[in-house]
């Protein structure tokens, strides 16, 4: 499978714990993507890369979180200090910037379901 | 910011027949409207998407409209088919691309046999 990979699929924890999760984007796709998705609901933003750069940040991504993209290739996301509310799927896409500047579209990979016990 | 309403949120149909989905936008600057199809379990994917340039996109069974002055985009099933059977989640973006989708809360279609 060429597509987004993320590492684990499934990750149980303790609260207060910290938990680490990994994407591996489409190799030529230089923008990446974190969404989370709780049951029943849309995907919602997190936060965008283009290459190393984190370019931006929703409301949602309290100060527990942080993601980074230190060679411009796969990404991580943190969370320190887990909350019960942070249980969720953290989905990671990306996607590839055509001459021109549009996009193509967002290929999402299969997820991280976190379960904070 | 913006905010993406859908509608209806479970929708049963007979195989063979037509299936709508609705979907409205807050913010008219919008301008990239995708579609995406997610199985249980699995990954979101992409099945149609239309640009706020064009009112009108089809690929085979599967068509969107957009009516920009209204605000609001539909999805449109022909020819049901039992695989069609899965979350379909419509989502806007204002900068003309993936960055930052909005998602609407799902429509679970249910194609029976």
């Known amino acids: 499978d060429t597509g987004v990979s993320q590492n684990p699929r499934h990750k149980i924890t303790k609260r207060g714990q910290n938990v680490t999760f990994r994407c591996d984007p489409i190799?030529?796709?230089?923008?990446l993507y974190w969404y989370r998705q709780t049951l029943g609901q849309g995907p919602e933003f997190l936060t965008y890369?283009?290459?190393?750069?984190?370019?931006?940040k929703s409301r949602l991504l309290s100060d527990r979180f942080s993601a980074e993209r230190p060679k411009g290739s796969f990404s991580t996301l943190e969370i320190q200090r887990t909350e019960q509310g942070d249980s969720a799927m953290y989905l990671c896409a990306s996607s590839s910037r055509r001459d021109g500047g549009m996009n193509t579209e967002a290929f999402f990979g299969q997820g991280t379901r976190l379960t904070v016990v | 910011g913006e905010n993406v309403e859908q509608h209806p949120s479970t929708l049963s149909v007979q195989e063979g027949d037509s299936a709508v989905i609705k979907c409205t936008y807050s913010?008219?600057?919008?301008?990239?409207f995708p579609w995406y199809k997610q199985e249980l379990g699995k990954r979101p994917q992409l099945i149609i998407d239309?640009?706020?340039?064009?009112g009108e996109k089809k690929d085979q069974r599967i068509a969107v409209t957009l009516n920009k002055t209204a605000k609001h985009f539909s999805l449109h099933i022909t020819e049901t088919q039992p695989e069609d059977s899965a979350v379909y989640f419509c989502?806007?973006?204002?900068?003309?691309?993936?960055?930052?989708?909005?998602f609407g809360s799902g429509t679970q279609l249910t194609v029976l046999p």
């Open positions: 913010d008219s600057a919008s301008n990239y």
């Open positions: 190799s030529e796709h230089n923008r």
């Open positions: 989502a806007a973006s204002m900068l003309g691309s993936a960055r930052q989708l909005t």
């Open positions: 239309i640009r706020s340039n064009v």
């Open positions: 890369f283009q290459n190393e750069a984190q370019l931006e």
